[in-house]
T-cell receptor, first 116, second 113 residues
Framework: SAVISQKPSRDICQRGTSLTIQCQVDSQVTMMFWYRQQPGQSLTLIATANQGSEATYESGFVIDKFPISRPNLTFSTLTVSNMSPEDSSIYLC????WGIGDNEQFFGPGTRLTVL | AQSVTQLGSHVSVSEGALVLLRCNYS??????LFWYVQYPNQGLQLLLK??????LVKGINGFEAEFKKSETSFHLTKPSAHMSDAAEYFCAVTPGGFQKLVFGTGTRLLVSP
């Protein structure tokens, strides 16, 4: 398994600003993902964070809105840019890879974002 | 492409009753299947998984699920519900190879005394 922490745990932000969310893992992992969970909804994958290269975005998500960094095998950031109330969601990072399970993903506790 | 369908956005049971949460999947390759639970204001916790081998898998907190290829199902059961089981449950599928998870829409389990 893996122990994952996220910062901040929650935030209230103003429209038009940006927020960077951090995801830290206690061991090196192959894959890191970022999901969004809108209020009362299921999880939707935003992107796969690739170490040393640009993230791979899912349909409907773009780099300008959700820039992602992954400088090493234990850390990633997701920025929510130029926020609007529609960005109010829980943002979760997850990890998987060799040595930490059989294709299951382990999730961080999430960042609860409210945009006013 | 893969997809997951969870029948019933809400399931209500009495404490001590059988819990049955339904999950059907679509996959062009042998799937890896998972059930996750989300308690209020918390992240996702893995309940159980099916990868290969035995089709009846047991998880934490007394839950189990059976992979039925012919029915493309992976229903979650627990013989006797407890108040602490009240939560949101998500079924998810992946083709393996550490690829992304595709989630169902979730089922909220309500347990009454």
């Amino acid at each position: 398994s893996a122990v994952i922490s996220q910062k901040p745990s929650r935030d209230i932000c103003q429209r038009g600003t940006s927020l960077t969310i951090q995801c830290q893992v206690d061991s090196q992992v192959t894959m890191m993902f970022w999901y969004r969970q809108q209020p009362g909804q299921s999880l939707t994958l935003i992107a796969t964070a690739n170490q040393g290269s640009e993230a791979t975005y899912e349909s409907g998500f773009v780099i300008d809105k959700f820039p992602i960094s992954r400088p090493n095998l234990t850390f990633s950031t997701l920025t929510v840019s130029n926020m609007s109330p529609e960005d109010s969601s829980i943002y979760l990072c997850s990890v998987t890879g060799w040595g930490i399970g059989d294709n299951e993903q382990f999730f961080g506790p999430g960042t609860r974002l409210t945009v006013l | 492409a893969q997809s997951v369908t969870q029948l019933g956005s809400h399931v209500s049971v009495s404490e001590g009753a059988l819990v049955l949460l339904r999950c059907n999947y679509s996959s062009s390759v042998p799937p890896y299947l998972f059930w996750y639970v989300q308690y209020p204001n918390q992240g996702l916790q893995l309940l159980l998984k099916y990868t290969t081998g035995a089709t009846l898998v047991k998880g934490i907190n007394g839950f189990e699920a059976e992979f039925k290829k012919s029915e493309t199902s992976f229903h979650l059961t627990k013989p006797s519900a407890h108040m602490s089981d009240a939560a949101e449950y998500f079924c998810a599928v992946t083709p393996g190879g550490f690829q992304k998870l595709v989630f169902g829409t979730g089922t909220r389990l309500l347990v009454s005394p």
